[in-house]
């Protein structure tokens, strides 16, 4: 049974958090609502256009899941890399490690602060998304599902990233040299029937590539790879990155001395 | 029962510096206890392994009968730490800083907004409870820091130089704050480089040089170890030959300022009445140092000889 004492340091976690994204939503929540209503604008409306239909569907259509799922990754990831690095910086990591609080209590505390910031910015670019296209959501039950897992994913993968940084470069290396490639050609914009034979294999090891397709089935109701495998992926990853980083936090790397 | 008691401690550095090598401490409940060395000398290693931040590596320590590996929590529920470096959240508001400390320790928040004001009113900050912190003057972080320590109600309060940098008015309140909250039953370990505020608050005190503890007694065994103490005297008036006093060592700072080393087997009153036969008037009269920082700097000294 987990103590009542947990519980209050996890919503405590959780508080602080959430009222740091809140308080700084123009740096947090602004950017991404408006990165995202630019790629509607430009690659749905304006380039869309001209592309005409991708798996039967229009490219407007197309495209929305893998940009609200791409502003819920980048949201969930930048939100505990930061205020994780931020807390080892000004060293007020040590409010947590001189109390009595677990170390999973930590990090569900800091990945349930990237998921609510995923969460606020993937509703706030859907409801934009409207605007664009008559899009109507075939399974809302998976689609939350699957924001609610790829919130998790990306969180922990954060986490990760804050624990072993040692400097500020450090957390915006892997967003820019990982992060965003593996976006890019996780099949936002393209489906992978498109490509060659090659590089279709080689997308199968994106993760993003499974959880871009499992929010389009949500949403469109098809597409490129079935439900099962999507998850079954998206949940391996989750699996491996929490227990890497309880290990991290239980041996204190790049925390303690 | 003790309040801490550690045995054998040792922590080796991952570059090989071996900062603590087998060190030894019981400190009882209740006690004001002073940890003292030079920079580097290894308290703030102790500090760091006991409240959790730094990883031992070998050794006991135990908090109130709880191991810290076997009891982490329990042990932890115990100490209170006001480290010596501010490290809170800049941005957060004063009150926010404490409240969430009392929730780590799973306090429940309407008494933790309880516990936090009352602790924030103790420390005289209740007025900044809602600026962000790092508008907060350096007393005023000093003093928020300690306000966060106590808002879970520790029974051992670790104090790693908390007047360091703060003025004379705010150290003595600190101290009277101190002394207070100590004689309300919370034991107290206080590191500091001001070893006038160990003499006048702690029962007793322990020296670590080098990783190694070099002396563990009482103020009082401590302070008769002090050979002699040196006084700086203000004269009436100018004296042109500096007499030869048994016991005592004089150096002329000017014509009506002298240094005197007083030995403790001749005493001030010898020195005085030796001063009124020779008919030298004294107007004033200071401590250059305190007996501890010179038994302190003496005792610094004999390990630097010994390791030569």
Known sequence: MIRKEYLVALQTIVYKEMRRFLRIWVQTLLPSIITTTLYFLIFGTLIGSRIGQMNGYDYMDFIVPGLILMAVISNAYSNVVSSFYGTKFQRNIEEMLVAPIPSWVILVGYISGGVMRGLIVGLCVTTVSLFFTDMTIAHPFIMVTVFLLTGILFSTAGFINAVYAKSFDDISIVPTFVLTPLIYLGGVFYSIELLPAFWQKLSLLNPVFYMVNVFRHSILGESDISLMSGFAVILIFIILLIGISLRLLSKGVGIKN | ?308
């Open chain 2, 1 to 308: 029962m003790n309040a801490l008691e550690i045995k054998n401690l040792e922590k080796r550095y991952s570059n090989g510096f071996v900062a603590l090598k087998g060190i030894n401490l019981s400190i009882k409940q209740g006690d004001f206890f002073a940890l003292l060395g030079s920079n580097g000398a290894g308290k703030s290693t102790v500090i760091g392994i006991v409240s959790s931040l730094v990883n031992k590596t070998s050794g006991s320590v135990k908090v109130f009968g709880f191991d810290l590996d076997q009891e982490p929590e329990e042990a932890k529920r115990c100490i209170g730490l006001v480290p010596q470096e501010f490290n809170f959240n800049q941005f957060e508001k004063v009150f926010d800083i404490v409240v969430a400390q009392a929730g780590y320790y799973g306090i429940p928040r309407k008494e933790a907004l309880r516990r936090a004001e009352v602790c924030l009113k103790q420390l005289e900050l209740w007025d900044k409870r809602n600026e962000a912190s790092r508008e907060l003057s350096g007393g005023m972080k000093r003093r928020l820091m300690i306000a966060r320590a106590l808002v879970h109600e520790p029974k051992l309060l670790i104090l790693d130089e908390p007047t360091a940098g703060v003025d004379i008015e705010i150290r003595r309140s600190m101290w009277d704050f101190l002394k207070e909250i100590n004689a309300a039953g919370t034991t107290i370990i206080l590191t500091t480089h001001y070893l006038e505020e160990a003499e006048s608050l702690c029962r007793h005190i322990a020296i670590i040089n080098k990783g190694e503890v070099v002396e563990n007694t009482d103020m009082t065994s401590l302070l008769e170890k002090a050979d002699e103490e040196c006084f700086v005297l203000s004269l009436e008036r100018a004296v042109d030959a500096v007499p030869e006093i048994d016991g005592c060592s004089i150096t002329v700072v000017d014509e009506r300022t002298w240094k005197v080393n007083v030995s403790k087997k001749v005493g001030l009153n010898a020195l005085f009445a030796d001063l009124d036969k020779l008919d030298i008037k004294v107007s004033g009269m200071r401590n250059e140092s305190n007996r501890l920082e010179q038994w302190f700097l003496g005792l610094l000294s004999e390990n630097r000889e010994g390791a030569k």
